[in-house]
């Protein structure tokens, strides 16, 4: 191979990341989304910056949310330390993180490729892995996982488990097996998502040409992590506090019915690779699936096609085998009302992205390459389409209610947008998104009991912002919340978060910041 035919080992590593970032980069002006973010960060009454406290309690605390993720709480704080409440520096972090995964990716899918495909020449060696790290970084699946705030612990996760990989391939040491088996607990207990990662690590030593007892022992560290972290998450579900839902017994969610939804969810996250078109943060096809479904059938043909070339093809029966254990923990077993989502494709497209890189260094074939070119290319165009959805409450609330029907998912659909439009102080909006809902179903309780609720709340506001001597327009709710925050902050003396709160006060209220800077009796009044 002449030298025109290399590719220097630093061109894809330098160009995957700075493709990333050019891609990306306008999620750093996105706001705060009306999903989730306000629990995990902006309201979130433990989230400050990092310190020793703070660490212990993300540890020995998993009641908050039904996830245990130590490890993500104090990725968040770590970025809080920096940033504070400001959405750019989380954003910063989301964008950055997802540039790691690119190229730590490439550098795995390069040493599959080196070492399943005999004599691999130059250029194939860096442009198969190269062509298929660049179709998953810059798919338009990935979008929810860079552009919103809360996926930040799902991309530490994820990079945490892709150096385990790298280190578990990297010699039959026992000391790398139990190094990598530490880094892939880091990652579980950064977020759980990847329970179902476990299963990587024996199928590459099964390709690998392990077998017995040496196969079954390097699993085994991996399998105990999966199992443990699995079991306090499991037992953290079980024990939220009021304000999530128990877990469903199986009266109120069948068996039946949980295996025919997890085979519609392996179906969803199969096909949505290929065609990612009509993309949004919720999908409504999977909430009335039967036996005769067409998503139900395609994912028992999935599983028998993974089965049948597990026999015929090994390579392509294990990736298959692999998509499908890593979406296990992730179709809605413990979950009453679960909706696929983009974010949980980051782990299933992975063992996409393998095939890809695994095929083409076997065909060797410039048309091949070229249509995985193109295929990257559609999805920077699709990512780009995508991306707006994400900047700010208008576009996520608008995106959620054109995905789902009316009087589907209401809570979600109606409930939560009017709340959020609420806090924001945009009365008009919130009752005219209710009202609207209402006008067609007229009986509605959860419509009914929302209306009455900011009927409720909103009475209150203008009696506290009245207190103030100002008017509600001057004090949205949010600056309220952001107070009553700030206060519970200094009452633990944590000077630095009540800091953060109060100058989100000065922003969004500067009249009222001005009367809570003034002493006066009045000023802490609070609907």
Known sequence: MSAAGRVPRWIIPLLLPALVLALFGPSLRYDFAPLDDDVNVLFNPQHGPLTLDRIANSFGDPGYTRRYLPLGWILNSAVASFGGLSPWGYHAANVVLHALNA???????????????????DPWSE???G????WWALHPLRVETVAWVSALPTNLSLACVLIALRLHLRQSSPRYVALAGLVFAA???????G????????????????RGRDLVVRALPYLAVTLAIGYINLAARAHVGADHAPLPTLAELPASTRVLRGFCFL????????????LSPVYRELLHVTWTSPCFLTGVALGVAALWFARRSPA???????????LFPITGATE???FPHDRYSLWADLATAAGLALLLAKWRSRPAAIALAALAAVGVWLTTRQLPVWQSTDTIIASVRSHLVPGEATAIRDVRPAYWLFREGRYDQAFALIDGELAARPHDPALLATRQDLKAMQAAHVRATAALGLTPAEVPPVALLHYGLAREFLARNESEPAAWHLAEIARLAPRYYAVLSRPRPDATAQP
């Open 103 to 121: 190229v730590l990716l490439f550098g795995l899918l390069r040493t599959l490729a080196r070492r399943f495909s005999a004599n691999l020449p």
């Open 336 to 338: 009453l009302l679960h």
């Open 195 to 210: 329970l179902g990662a476990a299963v990587f690590f024996p199928l590459l030593d099964w390709a690998d040409g392990k």
């Open 131 to 134: 062509l298929a790290a660049a």
């Open 127 to 129: 442009l198969a892995p």
């Open 187 to 193: 990652g579980l207990l950064s977020y759980p998502v």
């Open 316 to 326: 392509l029966g294990l990736l298959l085998l692999a998509q499908i254990a890593v």
């Open 267 to 278: 179906s969803h996250y199969w096909w949505k690779a290929w065609l990612p078109f009509y």
